[in-house]
């Protein structure tokens, strides 16, 4: 089992930058690569970013590509998702997730076997 606890949601206006992190505990948190996904009201959960397990590899939707930075530090077991230039389409609940290795295509959430509790991002127009 690996836990998640999502943090540093909040309200900020369009333009500005928030920072998220995603604390992980339980197994070992470099044998997994992490996720970010962000849920709108009345929308599905959709793939924000992805960290390879070493670091080494990221990958982005192209609606946040340019804007967003995923990162990580294993010593300390947690993922980051450092946000800025942010837009009122970019409210949403916002989900950190790992992956296991040979779990599938990275860009969909049933790839990934455990979730944090999400965290709220709110950017006003």
């Known amino acids: 089992q690996v836990q998640l606890v999502e943090s540093g949601g909040g309200l900020v206006q369009a333009g500005g930058s928030l920072r998220l992190s995603c604390a992980a505990s339980g197994r070992t948190f470099s044998n997994y690569a992490m996720g970010w996904f962000r849920q709108a009201p009345e929308k599905e959960r959709e793939f924000v970013a992805r960290?390879?397990?070493?670091?080494?590899?990221?990958y982005y939707a192209n609606s946040v590509k340019g804007r967003f930075t995923i990162s990580r530090d294993n010593a300390k077991n947690t993922v980051y998702l450092q946000m800025n230039s942010l837009k009122p389409e970019d409210t949403a609940v916002y989900y950190c997730?790992?992956?296991?290795?040979?779990?599938?295509?990275?860009?969909?959430?049933?790839?990934?076997?455990?979730w944090g509790q999400g965290t709220q991002v709110t950017v006003s127009s």
């Open positions: 960290i390879t397990w070493s670091g080494g590899s990221t």
């Open positions: 997730a790992a992956q296991g290795p040979g779990s599938g295509s990275y860009y969909y959430p049933i790839s990934y076997d455990y």
